[in-house]
C-alpha cells in the first residue's frame, strides 16, 4: 500500500519536464517512484526521513547526509540504498540486481542505472559526489521501523 498522489497534482507532475521537491529527500524519492518517467529534483537538504511503506512499517529512503545528490541519481539515495553508501557508482559485487550483502537488497545503483536510462539521463552517471565526512553517518545502508502494533494483519 503507497501514499497517493492527488490527481491534480499528477496531471501537473506529467505536463511538467522536472518538479523541484520543497519536501524532504523522502518527497523527492516517493515522487521519483510514483512518476519514474520524470527528473525530480530536491530544493533543500534533508537531515533524517524515513517514509511510510504500510501501516506501522517506516522505511529509510534517504540518508540525510547534506549535500544532497539525489537529483543526479533520478531520485535514489546512494546512501540509505546502498549497503556500502557508495557515492559514485556500483561496487562490482551485484549480480542479476541485487546487492552481494543480501539477495533481498535490490542494488541502489542498478535502480538509480535503470532510473536514469528511462529518463534519457545516463550522462548523470559521470557527475562525481566528492567525498563526505562521514563522521556523523551511521552503517548498514537502507533502515526501516516496524511497529507491530499498528499493523494491519493479513489474514
Not at 81 to 107: F, H, W, Y
Not at 139 to 153: A, F, H, T, W
Request: charged share 25%; glycine share 12%; proline share 6%.
Amino acid at each position: 500500500m503507497r501514499v497517493g498522489v492527488h490527481r491534480a497534482v499528477a496531471d501537473k507532475v506529467e505536463a511538467a519536464d522536472a518538479v523541484l521537491s520543497t519536501a524532504c529527500g523522502v518527497g523527492v524519492q516517493f515522487l521519483a517512484e510514483r512518476f519514474p518517467e520524470k527528473r525530480i529534483l530536491p530544493a533543500l537538504n534533508t537531515s533524517f526521513m524515513g517514509g511510510p511503506m504500510e501501516q506501522g512499517v517506516w522505511l529509510e529512503n534517504c540518508g540525510g547526509c547534506g549535500n544532497c545528490i539525489l537529483g543526479s541519481t533520478g531520485g535514489i539515495c546512494p546512501i540509505a540504498r546502498c549497503a556500502k553508501t557508495m557515492l559514485n557508482g556500483p561496487c562490482g559485487g551485484s549480480q542479476n540486481g541485487k546487492c552481494e550483502v543480501s539477495k533481498d537488497i535490490d542494488c541502489a545503483w542498478q535502480l538509480i542505472y535503470d532510473r536514469l536510462k528511462s529518463q534519457g539521463l545516463l550522462q548523470l552517471m559521470t557527475d562525481y559526489a566528492p567525498p563526505k565526512d562521514w563522521t556523523p553517518a551511521r552503517d548498514g545502508g537502507q533502515r526501516k521501523i516496524v511497529r507491530e502494533d499498528l499493523k494491519i494483519p493479513n489474514d
